[in-house]
């Protein structure tokens, strides 16, 4: 086997990085974890398949595209109005928490490892960046308050190309001989970010608006055309002014992600997948050229380092930028607190290493690798492995299984959020979706928050609030919609119910189908919705509380009366104890349960009478399903 082929170094590392992605999702560990050790068991120290030396010279523009798509899909995902509202935060930390990290991380470096100002200012630039790649992945995991993840997100993505710049600008400066190539470094800074900004902003506008038009881009070809087009901007800004690419391709991403281009989820999907391809090919590749023993050399200075950048350097930055911002001490505890290193700190020190061993510095160039791999290394572990325990202790995640979303402000979906205000013990919210601004408008006249928009999209059901919800009912008059639509939600939020609402009587989707997508059927045996939606538009249908007093372990979809055309009913709400639920296939009921039904109000007497026959009856002293009118409030 020739190990020198660089193609096959290429193909393993990228295999390998997949591979242990793909383990520590199983573990439920941070990914670049695996990753790291990955890249060092398969590298030169030991087992000798993966060598990075053999893609020579190609190294550094693979390493320099790819950081641009990873870049480009973290700014994707930023929402520029939760921007907006975090605005000081975001833009202090990625200005003065720069300044304050870069000068901490300086002196610290020059004090603790004994190193000179020109290579101690390098590694104060690359570790004042974190990265979307470590980042996201928690904050999702972690299921952060809103403004703490808007926050970290914002900051990993837009810190990176400030963090990158900076660093170049001090590679420049710190190896410039006179005064004038240290004023031609110093004025890099504001030339490769307003060149970025410009680029950015045009190139964004253009892909964005192509995106937009219906035509103008097949659709099948709008991915990779996304993909060249983010290539070409990165790679044309690079070639007017050296490093300023990776500033376009974050300005880029932003204007993209927020000019709402047709099939945005599938164009988000896409980078999503390619950038786990190349942050676990970047790292297997990076971590596979340190030289552990360069490490080790590094001894207690490097661990002092470390520690001193994570116990007091970020802590710093963190309470000088949240002054007077009105976040609460936990908040910036836990900001202060969550700050791992990512891929492009560990990218740009690599081509750092390269330049400065050209230059003679070969030693310098592995130290400051090395030091950086171990901050990377540490803060993953350390500060990525206890974010879910510090959240939980800081008490600054979402609150979980808390309250519904029901898509659908129709008749139908109205009458069954007023059923679960009414049946709900505490104040667990009720947040409706739709697209019609009319039906929109008669659930907030009801009291009720709701979300004007398309919950297909993501968006929307970030801003129904999904991930903390008990359960989301798709309930719209297209059971089509209503099966897509909990499909998208187990994705977005793959730990809450979701509850679809078919028609029985028509022979499109079937319960086999809701089953098999992992979601259960509302009321049971679905709902005729013309008919139903017809009599709670005319105020026909009553709705009443029944306990259940029967054998414990019956089904709802063992009461025939709700399958009974000629007396039509339905059973909305479930609730045992003080937990409720819309009732679904999966009711099952057990004596004391009570259980909201509607009925129409001719049929009251004759319907009662058959649901007494499974052992329903009125509970004591409760004066029927009138729920008083109040607002909603989360």
């Not at 390998?16 to 992605?21: D, E, F, I, R, S």
């Not at 710049?165 to 190896?175: D, R, S, T, W």
């Not at 013309?530 to 009443?544: G, K, L, M, N, S």
Request: aromatic share 6%; with cysteine.
């Amino acid at each position: 086997m020739n190990l020198q082929d660089p193609a096959l170094t290429f193909a393993l590392a990228l295999a390998a990085g997949v591979v242990a992605q793909s383990a520590a999702r199983h573990l439920r560990v941070p990914g670049i974890l695996f990753l790291l050790a990955t890249g060092i068991l398969l590298g030169p120290e030991f087992a000798n398949l993966v060598r990075p030396e053999t893609l020579g010279e190609g190294l550094n523009p693979l390493v320099g595209l790819a950081v641009a798509v990873i870049l480009f899909e973290g700014a994707l995902q930023l929402n520029i109005d939760r921007l907006r509202r975090e605005a000081l935060v975001i833009r202090r930390l990625i200005t003065l928490g720069a300044v304050i990290t870069i000068a901490g991380a300086t002196v610290t470096a020059m004090l603790a490892l004994g190193w000179s100002l020109r290579v101690a200012l390098l590694f104060g630039a690359l570790v004042s960046v974190t990265g979307p790649t470590v980042i996201n992945p928690l904050t999702r995991r972690i299921r952060l308050r809103n403004n703490l993840r808007t926050i970290l997100e914002a900051e990993g993505v837009l810190i990176d190309p400030v963090g990158a710049i900076l660093a170049v600008v001090a590679f420049e400066v710190a190896l410039a001989s006179t005064a004038g190539d240290v004023g031609a470094g110093v004025l890099g800074l504001p030339q490769r970010l307003g060149l970025g900004l410009v680029i950015g902003i045009t190139g964004g506008v253009a892909i964005g608006g192509l995106l937009r038009l219906r035509r103008a881009i097949p659709s099948d070809l709008r991915n990779i055309f996304t993909l060249a087009s983010v290539l070409a901007l990165y790679q044309a800004s690079h070639a007017i002014l050296p490093e300023s690419g990776i500033m376009t391709v974050a300005i880029a991403g932003l204007v993209v992600g927020n000019m709402g281009p047709r099939h945005a989820r599938e164009l988000v999907e896409f980078k999503e997948q390619l950038t786990y391809l190349l942050v676990g090919l970047l790292f297997v590749l990076l971590s596979a050229a340190v030289d552990l023993a360069d490490v080790w050399a590094l001894g207690a200075g490097g661990i002092i380092t470390v520690i001193v950048l994570v116990a007091l350097v970020r802590p710093l930055g963190v309470l000088a930028c949240t002054r007077g911002s009105g976040l609460g001490r936990n908040e910036q505890a836990f900001l202060a607190w969550l700050a791992p290193r990512g891929i492009v700190a560990f990218a740009v020190s690599s081509l750092f290493a390269a330049e400065l061993a050209h230059m003679g510095m070969e030693t310098e160039g592995n130290e400051l690798r090395a030091m950086v791999f171990l901050v990377i290394a540490v803060t993953v572990v350390v500060l990525g492995g206890t974010g879910g325990l510090m959240a939980g202790l800081l008490r600054v995640r979402k609150p979980s299984n808390y309250g519904f979303v029901v898509v659908g402000a129709n008749p139908v979906g109205r009458a069954l959020a007023r059923t679960l205000r009414a049946a709900r013990s505490g104040d667990a919210p009720v947040v409706l979706v739709d697209t019609n601004p009319t039906e929109a408008s008669a659930a907030e006249m009801d009291g009720f928050r709701v979300v004007l928009g398309n919950a297909n999209e993501t968006r929307t059901l970030t801003r129904a609030g999904v991930e903390s919800r008990r359960a989301v009912v798709a309930l719209t008059p297209n059971e089509g919609v209503n099966l897509l639509i909990a499909k998208r939600v187990g994705e977005a939020a793959p730990g809450v119910a979701r509850v679809v609402a078919i028609d029985p009587l028509t022979p499109g989707v079937g319960p086999e189908q809701v089953d098999e997508s992992g979601a259960a059927v509302l009321f049971g045996f679905g709902v005729d919705y013309e008919r139903w939606a017809h009599h709670f538009r005319q105020d026909d249908v009553e709705i009443e509380p029944l306990m259940y007093e029967g054998t414990p372990g019956l089904r709802v979809t063992q009461l025939d009366v709700l399958a009974d055309r000629r007396f039509p009913a339905l059973a909305l709400v479930h609730r045992r104890g003080r937990r409720e639920r819309p009732v679904s296939t999966g009711s099952v009921l057990k004596a004391g349960d009570v259980v909201w039904f509607g009925w129409l109000r001719d049929d009251e007497g004759r319907v009662e009478a058959r649901l007494a026959r499974f052992g329903f009856r009125r509970p004591g002293g409760t004066s029927g399903g009138r729920e008083a009118e109040q607002p909603e409030a989360e």
